[in-house]
């Protein structure tokens, strides 16, 4: 799973952007039920989720799904999710919001651990 932060992007015509945008190249690079799982488990955190709009995965998401019974993920987070709203060009990190970040930690760990019982037991995430 590849982790990237991404800016207040409009997602569409939704008027704000979804805080997370998961890209598998539109199903090629996991399963859809992977795809799925973790949409689900993001939303149950309380975020919102875009499915490969406006990111659907890059390179190293597609080089690494060749590998033998390899599945990729890309994740984009919104900057406001657990740093601090930022604008574009502000890529040095000067501060951050230790509270969201906290915050966004503890989310993020639960949805992870929930993901991780999921693969551990695998019958959920074979397409049918």
């Keep these: 799973m590849i982790c990237t932060a991404l800016l207040n992007i409009p997602m569409g015509t939704k008027n704000t952007p979804a805080d997370f945008v998961i890209g598998n190249q539109v199903d090629q ?3 859809t039920n992977l795809r799925k799982l973790l949409t689900v488990f993001l939303e149950e955190a309380g975020y919102s989720v875009s499915n ?3 990111f659907c995965g890059g390179f190293i998401t597609r080089h690494f799904s ?3 019974k390899m599945e ?3 994740l984009e987070i919104r ?3 657990y740093i601090e ?3 574009f060009g502000e890529e040095v990190l000067t501060r951050y919001d230790s509270e969201l970040f906290s915050k ?3 989310r993020l760990e639960t949805v992870f651990e929930k993901l991780l019982v999921k693969l551990l037991d695998r019958k959920d995430l074979k397409n049918e």
């Design 79 to 81: 900057y406001n999710q």
């Design 29 to 31: 690079t996991s399963s």
């Design 104 to 106: 966004a930690q503890e």
């Design 52 to 54: 490969n709009h406006p």
């Design 72 to 74: 990729t993920l890309q």
């Design 66 to 68: 060749e590998l033998p």
């Design 85 to 87: 709203d930022r604008s």
